[in-house]
């Protein structure tokens, strides 16, 4: 079962899930409705089979929690995966541009991914069958992933 963020007194964050599993955390509890649709979108299997292997955390303590803050409290645990998704406010709506972190030492800049496409970033960076630059250097002009044509 997965545990909640804590927020201690000198600011660090802990209690994330340890897990291979790419974690896909909501820090956004404005809209229950879109928090589920863009959560179903994410797990749902494509045409093809495919599917993200994810670890929802669906807890209030990470409310407003920045992809920095997350990014680092990941880091800190025992077993994380190559990347972290994020379902923030933007991530709420219209197509669910969920925000996807890198977890390498590259540190590299965060990108959005429609949730429908999560299922190709988490398994294909995690298997390391393609690298980080095949989605970031494909997103559109408005900086969302949408999937290869």
């Known amino acids: 079962m997965?545990?909640?963020?804590?927020v201690w007194s000198d600011g660090k964050m802990t209690g994330l899930p340890s897990t291979e599993a790419s974690l896909l955390v909501r820090t956004d509890f404005t809209?229950?409705?879109?928090?589920?649709?863009?959560?179903?979108?994410?797990l749902a299997e494509n045409d093809d089979g495919f599917r993200a292997y994810l670890q929802v955390v669906d807890d209030p303590t990470f409310g407003e929690?920045?992809?920095?803050?997350?990014?680092?409290?990941?880091l800190a645990l025992e077993h994380c995966a190559s990347v972290l998704f994020i379902a923030d406010h933007a991530a709420l709506a219209g197509d669910h541009p969920i925000q996807v972190v890198d977890l390498s030492s590259a540190s590299r800049s965060p990108f959005r991914c429609l949730a429908r496409e999560v299922w190709g970033v988490d398994n294909n960076v995690n298997l390391a069958n393609m690298e980080w630059e095949d989605f970031s250097d494909n997103v559109e002009?408005?900086?969302?992933?949408?999937?290869?044509s």
């Open 141 to 148: 002009s408005d900086g969302v992933y949408r999937g290869f």
């Open 31 to 42: 809209d229950s409705t879109a928090w589920e649709k863009t959560r179903a979108a994410s």
């Open 65 to 74: 929690a920045t992809w920095q803050d997350l990014r680092r409290a990941t």
């Open 2 to 6: 997965a545990r909640s963020l804590r």
